[in-house]
């Protein structure tokens, strides 16, 4: 085989290929952060343990037995999205989301062979667009377009193969005759180039090897498919790429089509890869959560709006009767407060405490939750459409299938979380639907560099200007702390208040205003240790 010159992008091998045939200096374009070309990482294409949500909706607005009404906002995207079945956190699901691949496929072409391919003029104008790398990298642009023109050079930057996406490092040039052709390689210094192979019979002869080599680790941040690992069924469609190509059996992808999946696929591969080391566990009580777990319905959606996924809990009483309407408690940070879901059972199911549905609201399982960064994501920064994801998605939804006590309904957040709850309470005046009569802000650590740096926090401390719109708050609140948590965050305060001082001044701005129905509630702890002991009291104390 014959080396040719070093190649830093994929665009350029294309025109590397062409214009060595006629004597012209093969292209060279550096590519962002190096040489991210491709996929041999690990595991074969996920199925799911999870059957689908196709229960047909007789409405989208959803009447309680008491008269009010939510109406469902989910787009198409967000309910075809929502799977449901038993179960899984006591299988750890974070053990496998956590260490395979993030592989992705394609619905909507899913039935054949189908490239990508640029024409020359749509190839010259990324060149123009990429003009100063290629001068830098000691190029000529306008010498390469004109070759492209010249020999009418065709790039295809990428391959999807009955749903499976494919890179350009092993793919058939336009019009291929089963002539000589050239793969992607690294040389002893990671950089990469292209080598040729003579005809298709030699293709055939070293692409078993060539599939060894892309699964080395040397070549670990290069993708031959963003779909599979399965060296086997690479194979098999590496081959069906070509006999589509030389047969002309194939069909034409919109451009970007792969650009699109890639940044996709590596946006959420090297987030994992990089959080290999972080602890993505739930905390859980085996024995309390098994002795429950048929009681659990376990929920996936999708919010177009944070683009993210999101896992539900929704725990019923033992003997639950679906003609019956129940209170709802829902609990953010899924994480921790799941392991709480099977003490406020007990009280339930030995008769202590009012009857309710608990609804426990955790990020995908890919996702570290008790990461800070993870978490402020959601309850400080995009605070407003987590909270149309909760108000105006996820319970209009659920209330399709359940019948909730709107009034007696809780949503319930601690730390962050706490952060999140106080808006949620002090911006519920801003929507139709009114899904909670209660809230129970927790330890709000409006101190929280997380906090500190929103965009709107000078609004915090007027409480989103709920009380400019408003004459008072007609909601139930409890405010809850430990009397001992200040200890345990003090350095971040800084000029902020303290959690217990935020407790104060908080409970004080509500019942200024005529409030008589805001609690606070502190309990001899630190700043989380009283929450299950808080959620319990709670629950025993509703409607008594």
Same mark, same amino acid.
């Given at each position: 085989?014959?080396?040719?010159?070093?190649?830093?992008?994929?665009?350029?091998?294309?025109?590397?290929?062409?214009?060595?045939?006629?004597?012209?200096?093969?292209?060279?374009?550096?590519?962002?952060?190096?040489?991210?070309?491709?996929?041999?990482?690990?595991?074969? *294409?996920?199925?799911?343990?999870?059957?689908? &949500?196709?229960?047909?909706?007789?409405?989208?607005?959803?009447?309680?037995?008491?008269?009010?009404?939510?109406?469902?906002?989910?787009?198409?995207?967000? !309910?075809?999205?929502?799977?449901?079945?038993?179960?899984?956190?006591?299988?750890?699901?974070?053990?496998?989301?956590?260490?395979?691949?993030?592989?992705?496929?394609?619905?909507? %072409?899913?039935?054949?062979?189908?490239?990508?391919?640029?024409?020359? *003029?749509?190839?010259?104008?990324?060149?123009?667009?990429?003009?100063? *790398?290629?001068?830098?990298?000691?190029?000529?642009?306008?010498?390469?377009?004109?070759?492209?023109?010249?020999?009418?050079?065709?790039?295809?930057?990428?391959?999807?193969?009955?749903?499976? %996406?494919?890179?350009?490092?092993?793919?058939?040039?336009?019009?291929?005759?089963?002539?000589?052709?050239?793969?992607?390689?690294?040389?002893?210094?990671?950089?990469?180039?292209?080598?040729?192979?003579?005809?298709?019979?030699?293709?055939?002869?070293?692409?078993?090897?060539?599939?060894?080599?892309?699964?080395?680790?040397?070549?670990?941040?290069?993708?031959?498919?963003?779909?599979?690992?399965?060296?086997?069924?690479?194979?098999?469609?590496?081959?069906?790429?070509?006999?589509?190509?030389?047969?002309?059996?194939?069909?034409?992808?919109?451009?970007?089509?792969?650009?699109?999946? *890639?940044?996709?696929?590596?946006?959420?591969?090297?987030?994992?890869?990089?959080?290999?080391?972080?602890?993505?566990?739930?905390?859980?009580?085996?024995?309390?959560?098994?002795?429950?777990?048929?009681?659990?319905?376990?929920?996936?959606?999708?919010?177009?709006?944070?683009?993210?996924?999101?896992?539900?809990?929704?725990?019923?009483?033992?003997?639950? &009767?679906?003609?019956?309407?129940?209170?709802?408690?829902?609990?953010?940070?899924?994480?921790?407060?799941?392991?709480?879901?099977?003490?406020?059972?007990?009280?339930?199911?030995?008769?202590?405490?009012?009857?309710?549905?608990?609804?426990?609201?955790?990020?995908?399982?890919?996702?570290?939750?008790?990461?800070?960064?993870?978490?402020?994501?959601?309850?400080?920064?995009?605070?407003?459409?987590?909270?149309?994801?909760?108000?105006?998605?996820?319970?209009?939804?659920?209330?399709?299938?359940?019948?909730?006590?709107?009034?007696?309904?809780?949503?319930?957040?601690?730390?962050?979380?706490?952060?999140?709850?106080?808006?949620?309470?002090?911006?519920?005046?801003?929507?139709?639907?009114?899904?909670?009569?209660?809230?129970?802000?927790?330890?709000?650590?409006?101190?929280?560099?997380?906090?500190?740096?929103?965009?709107? %926090?000078?609004?915090?401390? !007027? &409480?989103?200007?709920?009380?400019?719109?408003?004459?008072?708050?007609?909601?139930?609140?409890?405010?809850?702390?430990?009397?001992?948590?200040?200890?345990?965050?003090?350095?971040?305060?800084?000029?902020?208040?303290?959690?217990?001082?935020?407790?104060?001044?908080?409970?004080?701005?509500?019942?200024?205003?005529?409030?008589?129905?805001?609690?606070?509630?502190? %309990?001899?702890?630190?700043?989380?240790?009283?929450?299950?002991?808080?959620?319990?009291?709670?629950? &025993?104390?509703?409607?008594?």
């Amino acid at each position: 085989m014959t080396s040719m010159k070093k190649i830093r992008n994929k665009a350029a091998l294309v025109c590397a290929m062409v214009l060595l045939a006629s004597g012209i200096s093969a292209c060279s374009k550096k590519a962002e952060g190096g040489s991210v070309l491709g996929t041999s990482l690990a595991s074969q *294409e996920e199925e799911s343990s999870f059957t689908e &949500d196709v229960e047909e909706k007789k409405s989208a607005i959803i009447t309680s037995p008491s008269g009010k009404a939510l109406v469902n906002h989910m787009s198409e995207k967000e !309910r075809a999205s929502v799977v449901s079945g038993p179960l899984q956190v006591l299988d750890e699901p974070w053990v496998k989301a956590t260490t395979e691949p993030s592989y992705i496929t394609s619905d909507e %072409y899913n039935d054949g062979v189908y490239f990508e391919i640029w024409e020359p *003029e749509t190839l010259n104008k990324d060149i123009e667009e990429h003009r100063e *790398e290629y001068i830098e990298s000691g190029q000529d642009p306008d010498e390469i377009m004109a070759a492209n023109i010249q020999y009418d050079v065709h790039y295809i930057p990428g391959a999807i193969v009955d749903g499976r %996406y494919y890179n350009d490092i092993v793919m058939p040039s336009f019009k291929y005759d089963k002539g000589p052709g050239y793969y992607f390689a690294l040389d002893d210094k990671n950089e990469g180039y292209v080598e040729e192979y003579k005809d298709y019979d030699e293709l055939l002869k070293i692409l078993p090897d060539l599939l060894d080599m892309y699964d080395s680790e040397k070549y670990k941040y290069i993708t031959v498919s963003l779909s599979t690992s399965d060296k086997e069924l690479m194979k098999k469609d590496i081959i069906r790429m070509f006999e589509a190509m030389m047969s002309g059996n194939y069909k034409l992808l919109p451009q970007n089509t792969y650009a699109e999946a *890639e940044s996709q696929f590596w946006e959420k591969e090297l987030n994992r890869r990089q959080s290999q080391d972080m602890d993505y566990s739930w905390e859980l009580d085996k024995d309390a959560v098994a002795a429950i777990k048929d009681q659990v319905i376990e929920y996936h959606l999708h919010d177009d709006e944070l683009d993210r996924d999101f896992v539900v809990h929704v725990t019923l009483p033992k003997n639950y &009767d679906s003609t019956k309407t129940y209170p709802a408690i829902v609990l953010t940070d899924a994480v921790w407060r799941f392991n709480d879901t099977a003490k406020i059972m007990k009280e339930i199911d030995e008769g202590r405490a009012v009857p309710h549905i608990v609804i426990s609201i955790g990020q995908d399982y890919s996702i570290c939750n008790s990461d800070n960064v993870e978490r402020s994501a959601v309850f400080c920064e995009g605070k407003e459409k987590f909270l149309d994801f909760i108000t105006d998605n996820l319970m209009p939804y659920l209330s399709e299938i359940y019948h909730f006590d709107y009034e007696n309904t809780t949503l319930f957040g601690h730390s962050l979380g706490g952060v999140f709850a106080h808006y949620a309470l002090t911006n519920s005046d801003r929507y139709e639907n009114q899904p909670f009569g209660a809230y129970i802000v927790g330890s709000p650590a409006f101190w929280s560099p997380y906090s500190t740096e929103m965009s709107d %926090y000078s609004e915090q401390i !007027r &409480d989103y200007g709920f009380f400019d719109r408003n004459e008072t708050i007609k909601k139930k609140i409890w405010i809850t702390g430990g009397t001992d948590e200040d200890e345990d965050y003090k350095e971040y305060f800084g000029d902020n208040d303290s959690t217990t001082e935020v407790i104060s001044h908080l409970n004080e701005r509500i019942t200024s205003h005529g409030c008589k129905t805001c609690e606070v509630k502190m %309990y001899k702890s630190h700043h989380y240790q009283y929450i299950p002991e808080m959620l319990v009291e709670y629950v &025993d104390g509703v409607g008594k």
